[in-house]
């Protein structure tokens, strides 16, 4: 079992930036690929971000390619959002996952544990 616990949310203007963290506890964080996906009212939950287990590998959706980086720290078991010049449309709640693979997917189903979620709110 893994926990995971994000934190860094809140409300900003368009235009600033955040930077969220997911810390993980409960087993081997470096055995794990991580990602971060959103949840917007009344949306689905979609992909954000992904990194490997090593870090090596990064992939991203296409509404945050360049203002977005998703980064980790094997030692402080801990995944990172920086998010960029942050847009209204980046409103949501923003989740971190594991995944029990070296590499993981873009798909809901690809992670295994997830974490509660912190709101990101961008005002125009």
């Known amino acids: 079992q893994v926990q995971l616990v994000e934190s860094g949310g809140g409300l900003v203007q368009a235009g600033d930036s955040l930077r969220l963290s997911c810390a993980a506890s409960?087993?081997?964080?470096?055995?794990?690929?991580m990602g971060w996906f959103r949840q917007a009212p009344g949306k689905e939950r979609e992909f954000v971000a992904a990194i490997s287990r090593s870090g090596g590998y990064t992939s991203y959706a296409d509404s945050v390619k360049g203002r977005f980086t998703i980064s980790r720290d094997n030692a402080k078991a801990t995944v990172y959002l920086q998010m960029n010049s942050l847009k209204p449309e980046d409103t949501a709640v923003y989740y971190c996952a594991a995944a029990r693979a070296a590499v993981a997917g873009t798909t809901r189903s690809a992670y295994d544990y997830w974490g509660q979620g912190t709101q990101v709110t961008v005002s125009s």
């Open positions: 409960g087993r081997i964080f470096s055995n794990y690929a």
